[in-house]
Structures are given as structure tokens and as C-alpha cells.
């Protein structure tokens, strides 16, 4: 049974969040179904998903946690490198429900289990029940034998902060002091909360993100970390978009912050969709009690900064628009050094996100006999010294169903190489 712990906190315990453009071991996502989100049973968004799955696993192996009656679905269409793993959810985002994976300077893996209240609980949530979605986190990690700390004091979602994984938070007012989340606690205590258990020193705080209605704005739409004191940044001259005001807004914000090491950040710029996405009238979706209705007309999210950074890749989402060819050149410039592919997701935004939002990222920091990672009191990283443990990996599941009875971590890959069970040579975890 992985372990929680239990009055101390990440950072006092010497745990941080790594930035997600490190190396990493697995991608985790959750398998689209629910009627009264997704168009047509989600058929049309399972295909969208299963594309994302397909490209992501050409860099990182992918792990697809699916409800029990839609196993065989997912199976049946998901190629065999995909693991598929039973595990009950209410609907699909990895990205907010999952874990916020940790690691220390001597390799070991611990989480954040956040609570979780389906963007905002009774006050303005997007429906209820969320029970099962509040343990995915907790069942993630005792697939991965991670022990975790859990917030039950603390509502938060992995899409609505990002880190750079050297002290360094950013996130939006807009959404992190919202009334359905966290109302009985300041912008200090927060950013407080926030450092303490990200590992983290300073929270660069925007005033608000693009999408008021669902996620009361999470920054993973307008900005995120590409690289040690790089940022990306939505930017639009089209007064007609609906994101102009935000996005200028945004950029101009960003270009005059720091970072927690006191470096100036580089902002680059990633254009918006040309065109507005919304909910078409033919679009058959259910609706049922305790959750709100997707109408005709009802505004998407469709921002390209919802891309995922994934080792030797970008996956980042494309919508049938003019602009899609241009988001990939501007990626393709941020990021020389990884392949840029492009995914069609427009059936992903109908249903309240993008590429990245599906996915939730374990991050690997790979070490060596002779090569140990290590942070002073700064953040910063210097190298040297050894580190040699033996790789533990356990299959152990507490009755979740693995495919096959296959540990999801075997013959994972980093740099083209493996890690195998009893190796000398070990590959450690954190997250997106």
C-alpha cells in the first residue's frame, strides 16, 4: 500500500515538482465517455483521444486509465504499446484530477494528491457527483508505489499552476481565489500552501486566464514554462478574438516578472485559432441532473498553449484552422531541439480542453553510478557526487486492473534505453 504522509509537507521533506519540459518515464490519461460532456457518447472524442495517445507514445510509453465498462471499448482501439488500466473516474482529465509527481535530490518519488471538487463544488462546479474523480490521484499512486500527501484542507488542480521546477510557480488569480475552491484562505496563504507543497519560492501570479465559465481560468491556457527562465504566452492582434484583452494582458504582465533565481523571463509569443470554436447545433449531447448543460453556441477553449511537452516531443493541438500551421512554426522555433506534432483535438475542446489537458505527465529524473542531481538552497542544480540504488519497481495495483497483470512501468524507455527490474541503473518519477 503506498504510504500518505502526513504532518510535514513536500518542501519540508525536500520534495519538488520538476518543470515539465525534463525527461520523462509515463503519461497517464483518462478514457472519454460521459454523455452529457462529450457529443455522441464520446465516440467522436474517444477517437481524438486515442490520436493524442498514439502520438504521445511515439516518445513517452502512455498509460490509459478507462471505467470498467468501457475497458474492452479502449482496448479494442487503443494499439497494443498503449497499457490500458481499469480505474473509475467521472470524466477524463489526467491533467486537474491526477497526482502532482515529486521527487528529492536523491531520486526518490512522492506525490500531491489534491483535492478535487470538479472546478469549483457546489458553488459553481461543472457537475456533481466528483467522488471518483477525487481518488484517481490517490489509485495513480499506488499503481506507482509513490507515497503521496494529501490536501483535504486544500482544493487544486494540475492545470491551473505550472512550475519550472527551479522555485518557480506561475498561476492566475482568476482561478485560485475563486470562491468554489479555496474561499477561507488569502492570496498569501495560498501562494504559502502552494510553495510548500510544489517544493517551490516564489508564485508569479497573473490576473486572469480565458476560460471564466469552466475552470475560472487556468493558466495552462494563456502561459506556461518552456525552459529555465522561458515562458510561453497566447498572443493575438485580432481585436475580434475573444482572448485579446487576456492574452495582451498576459504577455505584458509576464515580460515585466522574474522568476524565483531573479532572472528576467523570455517570453515568446504563440498566436490564438483564427477562428472562434463553439458548440455546434447538431451536436447530440445528454443532459442530466447535477451537471451544466453544453448549449449551441457555448464558447471553447481552443488555445494551442495546451500543448504537451513530452521528452524528444510537442504534442500540441491543432483545430482545422488557418493559424494551426503557424502555432507549429512558432513551437518549432520555442523548441528546436524536439519533434512538433501536430494533433487534430477540436473534439477535445467541444468537451472543455485540448491535448494537454487529457494527459498528466510522470516526470524522470535518470541517474547513474557516477552522476547525482542535486539543489542548493536557491533551486539551484550542480552535479557530481554518485548515486546507486537498485530498481524496485512494484506491480502491485490494491485491485486495480492491470492488462494482463503487466507492471505499466516495465521496459519503460528514456534516451531509447530501459529500465528493468533488479538493474543497477534507475529511472525516477515526479509529474507534470
Request: charged fraction near 25%; glycine fraction near 10%.
Amino acid at each position: 500500500m503506498a504510504e500518505r504522509i502526513i504532518n510535514t509537507t513536500p518542501k519540508q521533506d525536500g520534495f519538488y515538482m520538476p518543470g515539465e519540459f525534463e525527461p520523462q518515464e509515463r503519461v497517464w490519461m483518462l478514457w472519454p465517455q460521459r454523455s452529457d460532456n462529450w457529443r455522441d457518447g464520446g465516440k467522436p472524442a474517444q477517437k481524438a483521444y486515442t490520436e493524442v495517445a498514439k502520438a504521445v507514445s511515439r516518445f513517452t510509453p502512455v498509460a490509459m486509465c478507462v471505467n470498467r465498462d468501457q475497458y474492452q471499448n479502449a482496448r479494442a482501439q487503443l494499439p497494443s504499446e498503449i497499457q490500458v488500466i481499469e480505474m473509475s473516474g467521472n470524466d477524463a482529465w489526467m491533467r486537474d484530477m491526477g497526482p502532482s509527481f515529486l521527487i528529492n535530490d536523491h531520486g526518490e518519488l512522492r506525490a500531491c494528491d489534491w483535492k478535487f471538487n470538479a472546478w469549483g463544488g457546489l458553488v459553481d462546479g461543472l457537475y456533481f457527483p466528483w467522488d471518483l474523480d477525487d481518488q484517481v490521484a490517490g489509485k495513480v499512486c499506488e499503481v506507482c508505489g509513490a507515497a503521496s500527501y494529501r490536501t483535504e484542507d486544500f482544493v487544486l488542480e494540475g492545470g491551473s499552476f505550472h512550475v519550472d521546477g527551479e522555485g518557480t510557480v506561475l498561476t492566475t488569480k482568476m482561478c485560485l481565489l475563486s470562491k468554489g475552491r479555496n474561499p477561507h484562505m488569502t492570496q498569501e496563504q495560498i501562494g504559502h500552501k502552494l510553495c510548500e507543497y510544489l517544493g517551490a519560492e516564489k508564485v508569479l501570479w497573473l490576473e486572469d486566464g480565458i476560460d471564466p465559465e469552466e475552470t475560472n481560468g487556468h493558466v495552462d491556457d494563456v502561459a506556461c514554462f518552456v525552459g529555465s527562465g522561458e515562458v510561453a504566452c497566447i498572443y493575438t492582434e485580432d481585436p475580434a478574438s475573444p482572448f485579446y484583452e487576456t492574452a495582451r494582458k498576459c504577455y505584458q504582465q509576464l515580460c515585466s516578472m522574474t522568476d524565483a533565481k531573479g532572472r528576467k523571463l523570455k517570453v515568446h509569443k504563440v498566436c490564438c485559432p483564427a477562428e472562434t470554436v463553439r458548440i455546434e447545433k447538431d451536436f447530440c449531447i445528454d443532459r442530466t441532473p447535477g451537471s451544466i448543460p453544453r448549449q449551441e453556441g457555448d464558447l471553447c477553449i481552443a488555445s494551442y498553449l495546451n500543448f504537451l511537452i513530452t521528452n524528444g516531443g510537442v504534442i500540441v493541438p491543432q483545430y482545422g484552422d488557418k493559424n494551426d500551421v503557424l502555432a507549429l512554426k512558432q513551437l518549432r522555433q520555442i523548441f528546436p531541439d524536439r519533434e512538433v506534432v501536430g494533433v487534430y483535438t477540436r473534439e477535445i475542446v467541444y468537451g472543455g480542453g485540448s491535448a494537454e489537458n487529457g494527459t498528466k505527465g510522470c516526470k524522470v529524473m535518470s541517474y547513474k553510478q557516477d552522476r547525482k542531481i542535486r539543489r542548493n538552497c536557491t533551486g539551484n542544480r550542480t552535479e557530481g557526487g554518485q548515486n546507486h540504488e537498485k530498481c524496485n519497481r512494484s506491480s502491485h495495483t490494491d485491485g486495480l486492473h492491470l492488462e494482463s497483470g503487466r507492471n505499466p512501468f516495465k521496459g519503460s524507455r528514456f534516451g531509447g534505453g530501459s529500465c528493468p527490474e533488479g538493474s543497477e541503473y534507475r529511472t525516477f518519477t515526479g509529474a507534470v
